[in-house]
């Protein structure tokens, strides 16, 4: 039984079956209605009923993730981590280059539960299960399980800070950065403050707390987080990507607009 803040992963994962079957699509991932399940599908019925306009941040934050996967094989990095990996499939859909070697870090029992469901799918990359709560010493796990830290990284914490305490976030950061050789490279999203004040926004994070997984954490400071360690980082706003994409029914606002809710991606790289 996954506990609720897992139970997210299997709703984000039939947000991504329902956009592989779109014919706009923005990313194909054949594994995404197999890892959701009944109850995925049960938690996507329930967002969409509280949701008052559906917006695809989820797809465009995947897509824009998987871009910046590809751009870090070209650039030579062949060492993965996927904090909180969830029922993310990307070692089993991407076309990895040779000599990739992705770790998948999270709980015992939510990697227990996406093996089973992918117990007959190859990855297309070395995949190394680490299970651990990242509230512990991940580290030591992620070290233990052949992580070398004298090799540059890309590092992917999707849909996660906003479940966590601020005192957890920047420990999570902290340690994150101590791991990382020069070169390495990092991928989060993070929600701004004004968005867990929004009305508009109310009824989802009522649902989000009905399923035992409230929102906690925001920043409008989202650089902030790595940039502290001495990191670069380029802030990227998802509603500009959706229009660009065509998948936005708003024009994107500029991003220093007060007071409108907002999410951040955001890729840094240390130098």
């Known amino acids: 039984m996954l506990n609720a803040v897992a139970t997210t992963g299997l ?45 695809p941040i989820i797809e465009v934050r995947t897509r824009c993730f998987d871009e910046a996967f590809a751009r870090a094989w070209e650039a030579g990095i062949r060492q993965f981590v996927l904090l909180a990996a969830g029922m993310d499939a990307r070692a089993y859909r991407l076309p990895w280059p040779a000599g990739a070697r992705v770790f998948e870090v999270d709980q015992p029992e939510v990697l227990a539960a996406k093996a089973e469901v992918l117990k007959t799918a190859r990855p297309r990359c070395e995949r190394v299960a ?5 509230a512990g010493d991940w580290p030591a796990a992620l070290l233990a399980a052949g992580f070398d830290r004298s090799q540059r990284s890309l590092w992917l914490v999707e849909g996660l800070l906003q479940y966590l305490d601020a005192d957890i976030v920047a420990a999570l950061f902290a340690r994150l950065a101590q ?39 925001a920043t409008d400071e989202p650089a902030n987080l790595i940039g502290e360690h001495g990191w670069d980082t380029v802030v990227l706003n998802p509603a500009v990507l959706a229009a660009e994409w065509g998948r936005w029914p708003f024009p994107a606002l500029p991003p220093d607009a007060p007071g409108m809710p907002r999410g951040y991606i955001v890729e840094a790289g240390k130098p």
């Open 179 to 217: 791991l990382s050789a020069p070169g390495s490279r990092l991928l989060y999203d993070v929600v701004g403050r004004t968005l867990l004040e929004s009305p508009r926004l109310a009824p989802t994070l009522a649902m989000m707390r009905e399923l035992g997984a409230p929102w906690r954490f």
């Open 130 to 134: 680490v299970a651990t709560d990242l």
């Open 11 to 55: 709703l984000v994962a039939a947000m991504r079956a329902e956009e592989s079957a779109r014919p706009d699509r923005l990313f194909v991932d054949p594994f995404a209605a197999e890892l959701a399940g009944d109850a995925g599908r049960a938690a996507l019925a329930a967002y969409r009923a509280a949701a008052s306009l559906p917006l």
